[in-house]
């Protein structure tokens, strides 16, 4: 048995005049909650601590480097890590990363008991556009404002086990997955910011996209036999609706715990390592079962290319 009783811990909306101070006490109340369950990890979402300000259209350099944190810890995540190290709880959660070579990354963070960062992940698949839309009911501007991540999918030892990062729409993509499980995760976790609605199909709405949130990290956890733990920031945020729906995979596939409610709200559940054991070792044992030499499309064609009209 190597149990990591996972705390996953939902936040509620930050409205955009929401300060770091307020969302850190708030992560504080949770992780108190977290603690007095006997968590010894908790989870908190994709940019945890400001609004999903890629919502905004911004020219303004100055202004968009407001939303950014130029070093980790700092002063408002002070009481984070303190809190932390008192409790002697591991955590992970998102921010977004202003490096001091003038780089910009949508970042999580994996602190172990100690305080130390022994994690550390740069969003890849950056969703959404670079420039203003106006086709779309509401902006999502990712690609303007962050690099897509240049650290890869590390994979790192810590509570006695093998864990891995990624982040939201990362985990609608079945390599990111596969990257660490081909490196032996055994314990994915990830924060989403996922709007309600479709920005350019009104008729997809949370049920719908919920379902996808869903089906892509029970199926990544399925075929790469490994805990996953999706963590939402949720609510409305001016105006922005987001839906929560925070999930604990096991690596069959199943959802064990899942959140409720579009606030603030703390999963608990005992997750032992060991339920990987066997998945890698039987139907997922990748040495055994893969053949890599089909599979070069996969790293050396980015888009798709059509066959020839006979
Ligand atoms: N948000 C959304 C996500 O991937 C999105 C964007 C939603 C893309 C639905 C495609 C479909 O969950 C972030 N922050 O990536």
Same mark, same amino acid.
């Given at each position: 048995?190597? *149990?990591?009783?996972? @705390? ?14 307020? %969302? *850190?006490?708030?992560?504080?109340? &949770?992780m108190?909650?977290a603690?007095? @369950?006997?968590?010894?990890? $908790? ?16 020219e303004?350099?100055?202004?968009v ?5 130029s ?14 190290k008192?409790?002697? $709880? ?11 070579d ?22 890849v ?16 501007l990712?690609?303007?404002y ?6 890869g ?8 086990? $093998? ?14 997955y ?22 350019q199909?009104g008729t ?10 869903? &089906? ?7 075929q790469?036999?490994t ?8 609510? $409305?945020?001016d ?15 199943e959802? %064990?715990?899942k ?29 055994r ?22």
């Amino acid at each position: 048995m190597r *149990v990591v009783t996972v @705390a996953a811990a939902q936040m509620g909306p930050i409205q955009k005049a929401e300060g770091r101070q307020q %969302v *850190v006490a708030r992560m504080i109340a &949770l992780m108190d909650d977290a603690s007095k @369950a006997d968590a010894n990890f $908790i989870v908190y979402p994709e940019l945890t601590l400001t609004t999903f300000f890629p919502r905004y259209y911004m020219e303004d350099q100055a202004e968009v480097d407001t939303w950014f944190e130029s070093e980790m810890p700092n002063a408002a995540t002070a009481p984070l890590f303190d809190k932390a190290k008192e409790y002697g $709880i591991a955590m992970t959660f998102g921010y977004a990363e202003q490096t001091l070579d003038g780089h910009y990354f949508n970042t999580s963070i994996h602190v172990d008991k100690t305080g130390n960062i022994v994690g550390k992940y740069r969003k890849v698949h950056l969703p959404g556009h670079s420039e203003f839309d106006p086709d779309r009911t509401f902006q999502h501007l990712e690609k303007r404002y962050f690099e897509p991540g240049n650290l890869g999918f590390p994979v790192y030892r810590t509570l006695d086990g $093998i864990f891995g990062l990624c982040i939201c729409n990362d985990r609608r993509w079945p390599e990111v997955y596969r990257s660490m499980g081909l490196q032996g995760v055994e314990m994915i976790t990830l924060g989403y910011n996922t709007p309600s609605v479709n920005s350019q199909k009104g008729t997809e709405g949370p049920e719908k996209r919920m379902f996808h949130s869903d &089906l892509v990290m029970q199926s990544g956890a399925y075929q790469n036999s490994t805990w996953v733990v999706g963590v939402a920031k949720a609510g $409305i945020e001016d105006d922005h609706p987001m839906f929560g729906g925070s999930v604990i995979v096991n690596p069959d596939g199943e959802i %064990v715990a899942k959140a409720k409610s579009e606030e603030d709200e703390l999963l608990v559940h005992p997750c032992d390592l060991d339920d990987t054991v066997f998945g890698k070792q039987t139907i997922f044992d990748f040495a055994r079962h893969r053949r890599v030499e089909h599979y070069t499309r996969i790293t050396s064609q980015t888009g798709v290319q059509l066959p020839p009209n006979d």
